[in-house]
Structures are given as C-alpha cells and as structure tokens.
C-alpha cells in the first residue's frame, strides 16, 4: 500500500478534459460535424437557452429544416465557434 491515491481529473466536464471528436447528430449519421445548429424550444427552455445540434454538410439542411418547421433554430455556425452545451 503505497498510500498514493490517483485522482482522475476532468471527468465531469471539465474544460482540460479531452477534446472529443465531433459527430452528426443526424440519426445513422457517423460523419465528422461541420456545423453547429443552435436551437431552442419556447416551451421547455428559457429563451437564453440554446441546444446544440451538430450537422455534417450533408445533414446541415435536413436538421435545420426539421428545426426550422417548429420555429426553433435560432442559429447555424461553423463547428468551432459552436458554444459548449451546459
Ligand atoms: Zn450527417
């Protein structure tokens, strides 16, 4: 018993913790994410809130479109400005 104790740090969200790769969101979807569609859903979100949808080129249309019909996107950027999600 070395009496060492070995603490994992940045396990819960830490921002020293790995970079993760960025995926689509799009359902089947495995592709690198290109953009970042921030939305927010009136109903369940205070409207400061933004979730994060990650699209790759492809599915950047279809999911902002699905957004889009329910009044929830709110914005679309490129991948590396997108906000953490909290
Ligand atoms: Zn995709």
Partial sequence: ???????????????????EPLVCSAKGCRADAAWALLWNNPKLHTPDRRK??????EHRTSLGDFLTARQFLRDVVPV???????
């Fill in 52 to 57: 994060v949808w990650l699209a790759c080129d």
């Fill in 1 to 19: 018993m070395s009496g060492t104790v070995l603490r994992r740090t940045g396990c819960d969200d830490g921002p020293m913790s790995q970079p």
């Fill in 80 to 86: 590396e400005d997108a906000p953490e999600p909290s």
